[in-house]
């Protein structure tokens, strides 16, 4: 459990919550112990709106302008030993639904009869052949879409790269009134359940086993991107710079437009870099937060 301070009333909210979950067989006790942590910060306030007055621009030091990056090396020898540390990793958890459809959202036609996993499957055979090396592809897929990405990737079969899946986690969405999982009161099927959202990708490669298998493969680096962003390809310029200045982390940002404004920004809040993302801003500064003068970048979720 994390440790958070809670009242009196939601530790006894906690402790009910723990009984009621610890009888869902159908997630596993990572899965259990992941939820009631989620609820546990939720409850203890931790996951409080920001102080506006401690927000800061982050330096030029934090924010590295792609232009300056190192050339990559001309020795395709060099480039190869980079692309053998490295995984792309898809975000497939979301359906399609506010596209029209039914499926998850990667299966969604895109231009000339190809989807969004087509063109992303073709984008890494293309890499692997141009440099010998032997990237793999990761989804990460959720309840809604994992049965249907196991059907869809068997045509795949045939290409030169590996492709794995992995769930996110699943948790049961809780009654209002009472603070008990939906599943626990009445059969609701799926729309008892919801997948955590992309911060749950860490965790559930830990979860699944994928990490330590990929690790003994020798992979060191994971790109990870949503995957319905075509634009979001394996850049050996940002690699090459993550490997030579030993970078555990690096997140893609872009200026910001009007079109970006509800997106993530990057602040630098009591002294660390960290993502700003709406739903911590007050209603009061949510006008300010959506300017494209104070706020310059946009979070694009390539990390």
């Not at 006894?12 to 546990?40: A, D, P, Y």
């Not at 709106?49 to 001309?74: F, N, R």
Request: with cysteine; charged share 20%; hydrophobic share 35%.
């Amino acid at each position: 459990m994390a440790t958070a301070t809670l009242s009196a009333a939601d530790t006894e909210k906690i402790s009910k919550l723990q009984s009621s979950v610890s009888g869902l067989n159908q997630i596993s006790e990572n899965e259990k112990t992941g939820f009631l942590n989620l609820v546990t910060r939720y409850l203890s306030g931790e996951a409080q709106h920001v102080e506006w007055s401690k927000i800061q621009t982050p330096t030029d030091e934090v924010v590295v302008p792609y232009d300056t990056l190192a050339p990559v090396p001309e020795d395709p020898a060099v480039t190869k030993k980079l692309l053998d540390k490295l995984v792309v990793l898809k975000l497939n958890g979301g359906l399609g639904t506010t596209m029209g459809c039914t499926g998850p959202k990667s299966v969604i036609e895109v231009r000339n009869g190809l989807t969004f996993l087509d063109l992303i499957v073709i984008q890494i055979e293309t890499l692997n052949k141009k440099y010998g090396c032997s990237v793999p592809l990761l989804l990460m897929n959720s309840f809604n879409t994992h049965d249907d990405t196991l059907k869809i990737v068997e045509k795949y079969t045939n290409s030169n790269i590996e492709i794995h899946t992995f769930n996110q986690s699943q948790y049961p969405r809780l009654a209002i009134d009472n603070f008990t999982p939906l599943p626990c009161i009445k059969d609701a099927g799926k729309d008892g359940w919801y997948p955590p959202g992309h911060g749950d990708v860490f965790p559930s490669l830990v979860n699944s086993g994928k990490l330590e298998a990929l690790l003994s493969q020798g992979k060191e680096y994971v790109f990870v991107a949503n995957s319905d962003n075509l634009g979001a390809v394996v850049d050996l310029k940002i690699l090459n710079h993550l490997i030579n200045n030993k970078n555990e982390y690096c997140m893609e940002v872009t200026p910001k437009t009007l079109a970006d404004v509800k997106g993530g920004t990057l602040i630098s809040y009591e002294g660390k870099v960290q993502l700003l993302e709406i739903a911590q801003v007050s209603d009061e500064h949510v006008n300010e937060f959506k300017s494209i003068e104070k706020f310059k970048i946009f979070n694009t979720n390539n990390l």
